[in-house]
């Protein structure tokens, strides 16, 4: 069995990245090729996750902060 | 040997289909009456966690509510009213709802716990799991009385807010969950009166379906009978003062009045649509009075109410 990686099928263009291909198994492409929608919509959820772990940061943050250093020593 | 690859179809989904797998029409109800419990309790919290807090039970009501359209996909994608969930119409895979709701689940109430208190947290764990493994999973399609007692969930945000300023509870916050609780029987059977071919197309046993709409009008007549003097007893119990009193008196008289009209209807779907449009209306008066109830007694108009 020889798994070859994605590699790039047309020459990279220097505005726009080329999209990958899927993987190859011999001469054969296996799996799949995003649309364009399909990479908006992957790239648009990878925002959202970066920002709502951000968010969680700046939460801890500003929490531990209004707590102070007692932070987790604290009656239920 | 040979390998096979098989791929699910990349997701298209974006924010707006991850927004409406949270429901945020419920969750907005759940965030402003645990606001409320959050305004009345007795004592202080700080306002970054107070904010917290509401933040967190938003965050869970949204988990719930992608959890109840990962398992009712089936059945969504048979009703009018829900069929055009992003699930049913394809834009997000099962497997992505639960993953997305169960890390939200997760996520709100470790977060809830560490940030705000352990009995708010549990609380809020509680009221996720209820929605979910009994309401959703056992009783939505099991039993005509799936929305009397899976209205608990809905009716647990008050106790939630409340908690998270004392870390416990008290009769107050008891009083507006059972507000709740009664206000959602008369409610939801109201709309399945005219949604009865929908349920029924679904298979969701609701009181229409099983007992029938004259039946289902008698039951919203004596749950309503039932939650207009609990929608005064903030007032009568001394911990909401007289305007708070006269709201719920007045809008409690007019729910009874729509109930009746409910009652005596024998054909046409006007008097349960009005009574379903303005329950939501009574159910928010009612709280957003507490809330200016409470500003009124700060600025000592009609003296302090008890805490």
């Known amino acids: 069995m020889t798994i070859t990686s994605a590699v790039m099928t047309e020459p990279a263009n220097e505005q726009k990245p080329a999209p990958l291909s899927p993987p190859l198994v011999g001469e054969k492409e296996v799996g799949i090729r995003l649309t364009e929608q399909q990479q908006r919509a992957r790239r648009a959820r990878s925002i959202a996750i970066a920002l709502a772990l951000g968010a969680l940061v700046i939460l801890f943050y500003i929490v531990t902060l209004v707590k102070g250093p007692g932070v987790l020593v604290r009656p239920l | 040997m040979s390998v096979t690859y098989t791929h699910a179809e990349p997701s298209i989904a974006d924010g707006r289909d991850y927004i409406a797998l949270m429901k945020p029409r419920v969750m907005s109800l759940v965030v402003f009456t645990a606001l409320v419990g959050l305004l009345i309790a007795p004592g202080h919290i700080h306002p970054v966690i107070g904010a917290t807090a509401l933040i967190c039970i938003a965050v869970g009501a949204g988990a719930a509510g992608a959890l109840n359209m990962w398992y009712d996909a089936d059945i969504d994608a048979r009703m009018r009213r829900t069929a055009a969930r992003p699930i049913p119409t394809g834009r997000l895979t099962p497997g992505d709802a639960l993953a997305f709701g169960i890390t939200l689940a997760v996520g709100s109430v470790v977060v809830l716990g560490l940030l705000v208190n352990v009995v708010a947290a549990a609380t809020l764990a509680v009221t996720i799991a209820f929605y979910i493994f009994v309401y959703t999973m056992w009783l939505k399609r099991s039993t005509p009385q799936n929305i009397v007692i899976g209205g608990a969930a809905g009716a647990l945000p008050p106790v939630i807010g409340w908690a998270a300023v004392t870390g416990g509870f008290a009769l107050e916050p008891i009083v507006l969950f059972l507000i709740i609780f009664f206000w959602t029987p008369p409610h939801f059977w109201a709309l399945s009166l005219y949604r009865t071919e929908d349920y029924a197309r679904a298979g969701i046993p609701m009181l229409p379906v099983v ?41 409690g008289a007019a729910m009874i009045a729509l109930a009746v009209r409910v009652r005596l209807t024998t054909e046409g779907h006007g008097p349960s649509k009005h009574l379903f449009a303005f329950s939501i209306l009574y159910l928010f008066l009612l709280f957003a009075m507490l809330l200016v109830d409470r500003v009124v007694a700060a600025w000592g108009l009609f003296g302090p109410v008890a805490a």
């Not at chain 2, 911990?239 to 009193?245: H, Q, S, V």
């Open chain 2, 211 to 251: 007992s029938g709409a004259r039946e289902t009008r008698r039951q919203i007549l004596l749950y309503t009978l039932l939650l207009a003097p609990l929608g005064a007893a903030p007032w009568l119990l001394g911990f909401a003062g007289p305007l708070y009193g006269v709201v719920a008196l007045v809008t």
